[in-house]
């Protein structure tokens, strides 16, 4: 992470400066940079840079950042000194998350090293009164960064077990914090199928885990679900080329809601908090399970596997079932899923799709995640579709006859694991976990979607 102080005045003597004028504003925002990188000269102790940023909303602020670090990067300069475009004690927030999310970088199996900036020093004339600003930006991006380290981790480091390991790990941090671990053997005691029939082609055992949060004084429970194939091949459906390369983000969601736990203990608000997810390796073996299979899932219901690569539903089926028996107090259950190709069709990669029936709970998340730059849209149930999951040998199948609609028929799928439909939120974040290209403050490779807007909701409580 970069270090972030704010200072009334720049703390370098080389008066160097790129000035950023705003798009139609009359005010200049100027950031003075210090020392002399490679290619990089001084010329009479001074530069003048004019690029115009768009606007003042949360997101412009954040690329507005972003583009500081860019520069940062390029001249490669240890330190630079912002001049943000106003002085409100939110741009302080915004502007920290967007450096820490920018300067970000995966690259601890690179043997050299791309040059990062060490220092960001933002001007203020209450430099205090501001402080506790970026400190809240910087443990939001930090979350989103742990997030995203354990999505860029490849598959032969981040697998069930050190999923597991990760919350075990977690756990330890605050006193607060509790876990729950269900080892295979124990899955098959209690019925939870679905998960282990995921797993029965990986050489890695599968694992349920429940990390809480319980602070002392509660104005709710919540309880989020993250999707956790640690690599989805696809299993015997196995995937092209194409679609298997990038499929260790198939965790994505665990990874968010980890990253939200993560933040918890710093945050410490007075909601309670209970994280799920099943840590499983999609695989294709003589062990498999197969196209045809029957399996009857941890709420008693019978799933027939009509494709192997649609596991994901099949992993949710079994905790969501056992949140809906064991946490059935909860006010809401949300869960984030790479569920389907189907939603970057419907929505491209950058959204994820939202489903919810409650009103407050969609727009809790949908205004939520407008201010921390991530971008849900509201989704349809589609009852028809629901019909589409029947299957003539068993209750349900796992995959729909009609490909139409995948993302719908996957979330009517999930709604039969659910007891109370009316507290739960499913999104789809398939397109925007991942990212190849370099976008705004996320650079290629997992992009800790879901943690901010999740972070930002249980802080409202
Ligand atoms: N993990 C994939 C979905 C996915 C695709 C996530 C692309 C991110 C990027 C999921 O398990 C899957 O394979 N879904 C299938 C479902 C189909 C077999 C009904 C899909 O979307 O093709
Ligand atoms: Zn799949
Ligand atoms: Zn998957």
Known sequence: MVSIESVKESPFEIPVKIIFVPRGKESVLGVAIEGEGDGFTVKDGRIIYAIAI????????RRFAARCIRIAREYRLD?????????????????????????????????????????????????????????????????????RNLVNEPPNSIYPETLRDVAIELSRDDTLFDIEVLDSEKMKRLGMNAILYVARGSVHDPYFVHLSYKPEKTKGKIALVGKAVTFDSGGLNLKTYDGMKTMKMDMAGSAAILGVMKALSFFKPDVEVHAFFAAVENMPDGNAYKPGDIVRAYNGKTIEVLNTDAEGRLT????????????????????????????????????????????????????????????FWHMPFDKRLGEKM????????????????????????????????????????AGP??????????PPGGTGFGVRTLLRWLLSF
């Open 54 to 61: 768009d606007g003042e909303s949360p997101d412009d602020i």
């Open 79 to 147: 330190s630079i000194y912002i001049i943000p475009p106003s002085a409100e004690n939110d741009t302080y927030f915004f502007l920290s998350e967007g450096i820490e999310l920018s300067a970000y970088a995966f690259d601890k199996y690179l043997s050299n090293k791309p040059f990062r900036p060490k220092r960001v020093y933002i001007h203020s004339d209450d430099p205090n009164g501001v402080y506790p600003y970026i400190r809240k930006g910087v443990h939001f991006s930090e979350a989103t960064n742990f997030a």
């Open 433 to 442: 976990a991942f990212t190849v290209e370099d976008v705004d403050y996320n």
């Open 316 to 375: 949710l089926a079994d905790v969501l079932s056992f949140v809906s028996k064991h946490h059935s107090n909860v006010d809401y259950v949300v869960d984030l899923a790479t569920l389907t190709g189907s939603i970057m069709v419907a929505l491209g990669p950058y959204t994820a799709g939202l489903f919810t029936e409650n009103e407050h709970l969609r727009e809790a998340i949908l205004t939520n995640g407008q201010m921390e730059g991530e971008r």
């Open 390 to 429: 029947k299957s003539k040998v068993a209750d349900l199948r796992n995959t729909a006859e009609m490909r139409w609609g995948g993302a719908i028929s996957a979330a009517m799928f999930l709604r039969n694991f659910v007891d109370f439909p009316e507290r739960w939120a499913h999104i789809d974040i």
